[in-house]
């Protein structure tokens, strides 16, 4: 069920979105490279201008981290970018200090109280909060929790044939943000296979913007969610499914991975819950005619 407000109710399973940052204004066509204005002269309501200037010069996007209340357990779902990481190919995302632990707090979750941390991949704005930086050390953040996330993804990483300019940043990040919790015992690495992990969640593979990129879907008393990652960054994907954004490393994938996600919230009536998307993040997606429209 969609609210008003930043929290959502999926069957007994509580989504509460915690936002950790606005990201700065992106052209269209640096975001999308098959941008085309044109198309877009006589939009509809399903593009607000929180989502795309009105003159069509900018694009908007966020950052936030999904807080997921089971009767049974507090999960996190993409531990966004984090503080105090050194992002020396990403300034937007270079040494910040945020609060996110005290927004996560308000929300009614204390870091000793999260169970699992579920990421839909391994980038630099998905993976941050794994950590906290303590006396020098990056230790786990969520000291309580097992951190589950792709075995594929994590390999793809560490060979160093991957090492490429493309993957600098991903690199990076495995040193402070995910080495860190296998080396504390944390870490739970999976096979992405579409069954059920826990509580009525699991990770559908999605592969496309990153080697085994997942969304994990939620069903609970039939009711239905998809948090989708990064299978979409912007609301213009739901009606341009075959445009990828610029941050997609495998092209194709990534198209047919975004309508099956789309097809996938027409068919269930699933709430889709963005990584990027402005405003509350979450909508539904409608079929009208040959197009999907975000609401």
């Known amino acids: 069920m969609l609210s008003n407000s930043n929290v959502y109710q999926i069957g007994d399973v509580t989504v509460t979105r915690i936002g950790e940052l606005t990201l700065g204004q992106y052209t269209p066509a640096s975001l999308f490279p098959d941008w085309d204005a044109k198309v877009l002269i006589n939009r509809q309501d399903w593009l607000s201008p929180d989502s795309m ?5 900018y694009a908007f996007m966020s950052v936030h981290i999904w807080l997921v209340k089971t ?13 105090d990481k050194n992002r020396p190919y990403t300034p937007a995302f270079d040494r910040l200090r945020l609060p996110f632990l005290e927004r996560l707090a308000e929300a009614g979750a204390k870091p000793e109280a999260v169970d699992f941390v579920l990421m839909t991949h391994l980038h630099v704005d998905h993976v941050g909060w ?18 589950v ?3 594929k993804e994590y390999e793809y990483y560490q060979a160093s ?91 194709e994938q990534a198209r047919a991975s975004r309508l099956w996600a789309l097809e996938y919230a027409v068919e269930r009536q699933a709430v889709l819950f963005s990584s990027h998307f402005p405003e509350s993040a979450a909508g539904t997606v409608v079929r009208e005619g040959d197009k999907f429209t975000w609401r």
Do not use: C
Request: net charge negative.
């Open 53 to 57: 200037s009105q003159n069509l010069e």
């Open 149 to 151: 996330f792709s075995k």
């Open 161 to 251: 044939v991957n090492h490429t300019d493309r993957n600098k940043t991903s690199v990076i990040i495995q040193q402070d943000s995910v080495i860190p919790i296998i080396e504390a015992g944390l870490a739970e690495m999976i096979n992405i296979d579409g069954s059920e992990f826990i509580d009525g969640l699991s990770f559908k593979p999605t592969p496309g913007h990153s080697i085994d990129h997942s969304s994990i879907a939620l069903s609970s008393h039939g009711e239905n969610a998809l948090f989708a990652g990064d299978v979409l960054h912007h609301p213009i994907q739901v009606r341009y499914p075959e445009w990828n954004s610029s941050f997609d490393a495998f092209t």
């Open 71 to 83: 009767p049974r357990h507090t999960i996190l779902i993409d531990p966004g970018v984090g503080n």
């Open 130 to 147: 794994n950590t906290r930086l303590d006396d020098g050390r990056w230790v786990p953040t969520f000291k309580n929790a097992r951190y």
